[in-house]
Protein backbone atom coordinates (compact mmCIF):
# COMPACT_ATOMS: atom_id res chain seq x y z
CA UNK A 1 0.00 0.00 0.00
CA UNK A 2 1.68 3.08 -1.31
CA UNK A 3 0.68 6.95 -1.84
CA UNK A 4 0.33 6.31 -5.19
CA UNK A 5 -2.88 4.41 -4.27
CA UNK A 6 -6.05 6.16 -6.03
CA UNK A 7 -8.88 6.97 -3.58
CA UNK A 8 -11.04 4.35 -5.00
CA UNK A 9 -8.89 1.66 -4.33
CA UNK A 10 -7.97 2.90 -0.70
CA UNK A 11 -11.63 2.69 0.22
CA UNK A 12 -12.14 -0.90 -1.72
CA UNK A 13 -8.89 -1.82 0.24
CA UNK A 14 -10.46 -0.81 4.26
CA UNK A 15 -13.81 -2.29 2.97
CA UNK A 16 -12.01 -5.68 2.66
CA UNK A 17 -10.11 -4.87 6.15
CA UNK A 18 -13.75 -3.91 7.74
CA UNK A 19 -15.22 -6.87 6.63
CA UNK A 20 -12.68 -9.08 7.63
CA UNK A 21 -12.73 -7.80 11.30
CA UNK A 22 -16.86 -7.95 11.36
CA UNK A 23 -18.43 -10.96 13.77
CA UNK A 24 -22.19 -9.26 13.97
CA UNK A 25 -23.95 -6.13 12.53
CA UNK A 26 -22.87 -3.05 10.01
CA UNK A 27 -20.22 -2.06 12.83
CA UNK A 28 -17.11 -3.29 14.82
CA UNK A 29 -15.98 -3.34 18.38
CA UNK A 30 -13.08 -2.13 19.88
CA UNK A 31 -11.10 -5.46 20.50
CA UNK A 32 -12.23 -6.06 16.65
CA UNK A 33 -10.46 -3.09 15.82
CA UNK A 34 -7.74 -4.02 18.34
CA UNK A 35 -7.15 -6.88 16.01
CA UNK A 36 -6.49 -5.04 12.92
CA UNK A 37 -3.96 -2.77 15.25
CA UNK A 38 -2.28 -6.33 16.23
CA UNK A 39 -1.55 -7.55 12.99
CA UNK A 40 -0.52 -4.40 11.31
CA UNK A 41 2.91 -3.74 13.37
CA UNK A 42 3.50 -1.00 11.65
CA UNK A 43 0.98 0.83 13.86
CA UNK A 44 2.88 -0.24 17.32
CA UNK A 45 6.47 -1.35 16.59
CA UNK A 46 8.48 2.19 16.65
CA UNK A 47 7.02 2.41 19.99
CA UNK A 48 8.78 -0.32 21.53
CA UNK A 49 12.20 0.44 19.74
CA UNK A 50 11.47 3.80 20.89
CA UNK A 51 9.94 3.82 23.91
CA UNK A 52 11.51 0.58 25.60
CA UNK A 53 8.01 -0.80 26.13
CA UNK A 54 6.40 -4.22 25.80
CA UNK A 55 4.79 -5.08 22.63
CA UNK A 56 1.76 -5.60 24.53
CA UNK A 57 1.97 -2.28 26.25
CA UNK A 58 2.69 -0.81 22.63
CA UNK A 59 -0.43 -2.20 20.95
CA UNK A 60 -3.15 -0.95 23.73
CA UNK A 61 -1.73 2.49 23.47
CA UNK A 62 -1.59 2.21 19.59
CA UNK A 63 -5.48 0.87 19.71
CA UNK A 64 -6.38 3.65 22.11
CA UNK A 65 -4.93 6.23 20.20
CA UNK A 66 -6.39 4.52 16.76
CA UNK A 67 -9.70 4.26 18.10
CA UNK A 68 -10.16 7.90 19.35
CA UNK A 69 -8.99 9.31 15.84
CA UNK A 70 -11.30 6.63 14.11
CA UNK A 71 -14.26 7.86 16.15
CA UNK A 72 -13.44 11.40 15.57
CA UNK A 73 -14.11 11.34 11.62
CA UNK A 74 -16.25 14.06 9.72
CA UNK A 75 -20.01 13.87 10.47
CA UNK A 76 -20.30 14.32 6.76
CA UNK A 77 -18.15 11.06 5.95
CA UNK A 78 -20.62 8.98 5.05
CA UNK A 79 -21.90 11.23 2.40
CA UNK A 80 -18.97 11.70 0.98
CA UNK A 81 -18.49 7.60 0.56
CA UNK A 82 -21.68 7.32 -0.04
CA UNK A 83 -22.54 4.99 2.60
CA UNK A 84 -25.62 5.58 5.02
CA UNK A 85 -24.35 4.08 7.58
CA UNK A 86 -25.04 6.36 11.19
CA UNK A 87 -21.99 7.83 13.18
CA UNK A 88 -23.16 5.60 16.34
CA UNK A 89 -21.99 5.60 20.03
CA UNK A 90 -18.30 5.38 21.30
CA UNK A 91 -18.12 1.76 21.49
CA UNK A 92 -18.21 1.10 18.09
CA UNK A 93 -16.83 1.87 14.78
CA UNK A 94 -18.52 2.03 11.38
CA UNK A 95 -17.12 1.11 7.85
CA UNK A 96 -16.69 5.06 7.40
CA UNK A 97 -15.12 5.98 10.65
CA UNK A 98 -12.54 2.72 9.94
CA UNK A 99 -11.80 4.13 6.45
CA UNK A 100 -11.42 7.55 7.83
CA UNK A 101 -8.59 6.52 10.35
CA UNK A 102 -6.53 3.47 7.70
CA UNK A 103 -7.03 5.99 5.08
CA UNK A 104 -6.00 9.59 7.08
CA UNK A 105 -3.25 7.44 9.47
CA UNK A 106 -2.46 4.27 7.78
CA UNK A 107 -1.57 5.25 4.25
CA UNK A 108 -0.80 8.66 4.61
CA UNK A 109 2.76 9.25 5.37
CA UNK A 110 2.24 12.50 6.67
CA UNK A 111 -0.74 10.85 8.71
CA UNK A 112 1.23 7.74 9.62
CA UNK A 113 4.07 9.93 10.93
CA UNK A 114 1.27 11.89 13.10
CA UNK A 115 -0.05 8.77 14.34
CA UNK A 116 3.41 7.70 15.93
CA UNK A 117 3.71 10.79 17.09
CA UNK A 118 0.22 11.26 18.68
CA UNK A 119 1.21 7.07 20.63
CA UNK A 120 4.04 9.30 22.00
CA UNK A 121 2.49 11.37 23.25
CA UNK A 122 -0.04 9.47 24.61
CA UNK A 123 2.32 6.75 25.94
CA UNK A 124 3.16 9.73 29.01
CA UNK A 125 -0.46 10.93 29.49
CA UNK A 126 -1.26 8.14 32.51
CA UNK A 127 -4.51 9.74 33.44
CA UNK A 128 -5.57 9.97 29.73
CA UNK A 129 -6.90 13.35 30.66
CA UNK A 130 -5.53 15.09 26.62
CA UNK A 131 -2.02 17.12 28.54
CA UNK A 132 0.64 16.47 29.65
CA UNK A 133 1.41 17.49 33.48
CA UNK A 134 4.66 18.69 35.32
CA UNK A 135 5.82 14.87 35.93
CA UNK A 136 4.49 13.25 33.35
CA UNK A 137 6.71 16.03 30.76
CA UNK A 138 9.20 15.10 33.39
CA UNK A 139 9.10 11.57 32.39
CA UNK A 140 8.96 12.18 28.86
CA UNK A 141 12.39 14.30 28.47
CA UNK A 142 13.92 11.28 30.17
CA UNK A 143 14.18 9.80 26.49
CA UNK A 144 16.56 12.42 25.42
CA UNK A 145 18.80 11.32 28.15
CA UNK A 146 18.89 7.25 28.00
CA UNK A 147 22.45 5.97 26.46
CA UNK A 148 20.40 4.67 23.26
CA UNK A 149 18.98 7.63 22.57
CA UNK A 150 19.82 9.73 19.25
CA UNK A 151 20.34 12.92 20.83
CA UNK A 152 23.07 11.46 23.14
CA UNK A 153 26.31 13.09 23.06
CA UNK A 154 24.59 15.81 21.03
CA UNK A 155 26.47 19.56 22.15
CA UNK A 156 23.02 20.99 21.73
CA UNK A 157 21.34 19.47 23.83
CA UNK A 158 21.16 21.46 27.26
CA UNK A 159 21.06 19.96 30.75
CA UNK A 160 17.41 18.49 31.94
CA UNK A 161 16.78 21.17 33.91
CA UNK A 162 17.29 23.75 31.28
CA UNK A 163 15.93 21.15 28.75
CA UNK A 164 12.75 21.40 30.82
CA UNK A 165 12.46 24.87 31.38
CA UNK A 166 12.74 25.69 27.50
CA UNK A 167 10.12 23.16 27.06
CA UNK A 168 7.71 25.26 29.45
CA UNK A 169 9.16 28.81 28.20
CA UNK A 170 8.70 28.14 24.55
CA UNK A 171 5.79 25.35 23.96
CA UNK A 172 3.39 26.28 26.83
CA UNK A 173 1.54 29.25 24.87
CA UNK A 174 -1.12 29.43 27.53
CA UNK A 175 1.04 29.29 30.02
CA UNK A 176 -1.24 26.81 31.58
CA UNK A 177 1.27 24.88 33.42
CA UNK A 178 0.19 21.72 31.24
CA UNK A 179 0.79 20.96 27.22
CA UNK A 180 -1.43 19.45 25.11
CA UNK A 181 -0.37 17.63 21.74
CA UNK A 182 -0.32 20.38 19.42
CA UNK A 183 2.60 22.44 21.80
CA UNK A 184 4.65 19.43 22.46
CA UNK A 185 4.84 18.12 18.90
CA UNK A 186 7.52 19.76 17.60
CA UNK A 187 9.09 18.45 20.78
CA UNK A 188 8.60 14.24 20.10
CA UNK A 189 9.23 15.53 16.48
CA UNK A 190 12.70 16.04 17.35
CA UNK A 191 12.59 19.65 15.38
CA UNK A 192 12.44 21.73 18.49
CA UNK A 193 15.65 24.37 18.79
CA UNK A 194 17.02 23.53 22.01
CA UNK A 195 19.24 27.06 21.86
CA UNK A 196 17.71 29.97 24.63
CA UNK A 197 16.09 32.96 23.11
CA UNK A 198 19.38 34.62 25.22
CA UNK A 199 21.78 32.48 23.57
CA UNK A 200 20.42 33.10 20.19
CA UNK A 201 20.33 37.04 20.64
CA UNK A 202 24.17 36.69 22.11
CA UNK A 203 25.06 35.08 18.77
CA UNK A 204 23.62 37.90 16.56
CA UNK A 205 25.22 40.45 18.19
CA UNK A 206 28.60 38.32 17.98
CA UNK A 207 28.09 38.13 14.20
CA UNK A 208 27.10 41.82 13.68
CA UNK A 209 30.53 42.84 15.25
Avoid at 56 to 76: G, H, M
Wanted: charged share 35%; aromatic share 10%.
Amino acid sequence: MGCCQSVDAVEQDSRKEFKSLQSDGSTITRDEFAGYVEKNPNLWSMLTVNLGLSEEQCKEIATDVAFLLALDAPKDSSKKSGNKEALLDDDKLTRDQFHHFRKNFVVDPKGSLEFFHRCVFAAYDENKNGVLERHEVDEFLDIFYKQDSIFKGDHRLPSKKKLKKLVYDKLDNNKDGVLDFEEIRILISGKMDFTSSSKRRSSTKKSKS
